[in-house]
């Protein structure tokens, strides 16, 4: 059973940078992907971004594209993610998921494994 804990939420301005990352109980190998979603008040949970372990790139949703990046350290078996350029429309929790499925996947319930959220929260 994977566990994923996630820190590095927290309160910012606008233009601020934040670093969230994503702890996994288990050895790397067992999941192909870890990715990041977030889920604002009143809103679905959306995609933000993926890596494989393996493989070690991201894919991004467009609107966190060339603000945002995702990364890993498999020695830590921790996935980073990088916000820079923040906005008050990136305010919400923040999760971490993974999956055993070797087909990158954007859609939330494609992963089994999920964080306890942190929160973000961007003022203007």
């Known amino acids: 059973q994977v566990q994923l804990v996630e820190s590095g939420g927290g309160l910012v301005q606008a233009g601020d940078s934040l670093r969230l990352s994503c702890a996994a109980s288990?050895?790397?190998?067992?999941?192909?992907?870890v990715g990041w979603f977030r889920q604002a008040p009143g809103k679905e949970r959306e995609f933000v971004a993926a890596?494989?372990?393996?493989?070690?790139?991201?894919s991004y949703a467009d609107s966190v594209k060339d603000r945002f990046t995702i990364s890993r350290d498999n020695a830590k078996n921790t996935v980073y993610l990088q916000m820079n350029s923040l906005k008050p429309e990136d305010t919400a929790v923040y999760y971490c998921a993974a999956t055993n499925s070797a087909i990158y996947n954007t859609e939330a319930a494609s992963y089994g494994y999920w964080g306890q959220g942190t929160q973000v929260t961007v003022s203007s």
């Open positions: 890596i494989s372990w393996r493989i070690g790139s991201g």
């Open positions: 288990e050895r790397t190998f067992s999941t192909y992907y």
